[in-house]
């Protein structure tokens, strides 16, 4: 059920299938679903392929997806998604998530009310303090400093918000990206994000998918640590410079964010300090 939607994946190798169970855990249910309405196709290719990064291609509702072995397509008006799989993502659960059901899936459930959201998210009392803004503004930090005092992360780049007189914020358990200088100590593994290379946390403690309360809060830089409250149309319009790939969808990205605001709208300053700006958010929604 990814983001409360039926979805069915078939693979055509048992290896393959167990890799695709991995990566998609949190989201597996032993009850009976209804009908799906995402249904994605593996299978196994054997021939041999170079080790690069896949190139993603996007126009309107359908995504192809081609390079180093993996050759696949999703049509989001039809719920449906293929792709050929090489064989050194068969036994890589976090591999085949990144470079293979991430995009496909994501393309198409973004396209099925589940508008993504440029943003960090954190549970804080029950509801989702979503921390909005764009590439750089500190949001892997804070996530990552939310998770080191036991909070529960939603996750530290995009969240997905479900509209509707019940709004839902749901969040996508992955690693947690953050520069090498910013990593805790041990041995993570290495992504280039954005063209830059960043260490993997994996997050600990209980995974968290949604939350039906939230609080929207925009990021900045100052000299002080602050937190203030602030109308919902200036965050609005503090958000409305939409980075590439969330232009996509920009009216439903556009709506989300107002629908986020409208629930409340905070500004939070930012030092070097992201465990004291943790901080200061448990004061605030504690």
């Known amino acids: 059920m990814l983001f409360g939607i039926p979805t069915l994946v078939i693979a055509d190798d048992p290896r393959l299938l167990a890799a695709a169970r991995a990566a998609l855990a949190d989201w597996l249910t032993e009850a009976p679903i209804p009908e799906p309405e995402i249904t994605l196709h593996l299978a196994r290719d054997d021939r041999p392929a170079e080790r690069v990064s896949p190139a993603i291609r996007a126009e309107g509702s359908r995504l192809a997806i081609n390079g180093g072995g993996i050759a696949g397509e999703a049509d989001a008006r039809a719920g449906l998604a293929r792709c050929d799989v090489p064989a050194r993502l068969i036994d890589d659960p976090r591999g085949l998530a990144e470079d293979v059901l991430d995009p496909l899936l994501l393309f198409v459930a973004t396209r099925r009310g589940r508008v993504p959201v440029h943003a960090a998210g954190i549970v804080i009392g029950g509801s989702a303090i979503v921390l909005a803004g764009p590439s750089g503004s500190g949001k892997s930090s804070l996530a990552l400093a939310a998770m080191t005092r036991g909070l529960a992360v939603l996750s ?128 605030r929604f504690g």
């Not at 503090?238 to 989300?256: H, I, N, Y």
């Open 156 to 283: 530290d780049d995009t969240i997905h918000v479900e509209p509707g007189p019940g709004m839902r914020v749901w969040g996508f358990p992955r690693p947690i990206h953050v520069f090498p200088a910013d990593a805790p100590a041990g041995a993570h593994d290495l992504r280039h994000r954005g063209g830059k290379l960043k260490h993997a946390i994996v997050p600990t403690g209980k995974s968290v998918l949604h939350a039906d309360r939230a609080a929207l809060v925009v990021l900045d830089r100052g000299d002080a640590l602050s937190l203030e409250p602030i109308a919902s149309a200036e965050a609005i319009a503090a958000l409305s410079r939409l980075d590439p790939g969330f232009d996509l969808l920009r009216a439903e990205s556009m709506a989300a964010i107002a629908a986020l605001a409208a629930a409340g709208a905070w500004r939070l300053r930012l030092t070097r300090d992201p465990d004291a700006a943790i901080a200061l958010l448990q004061d």
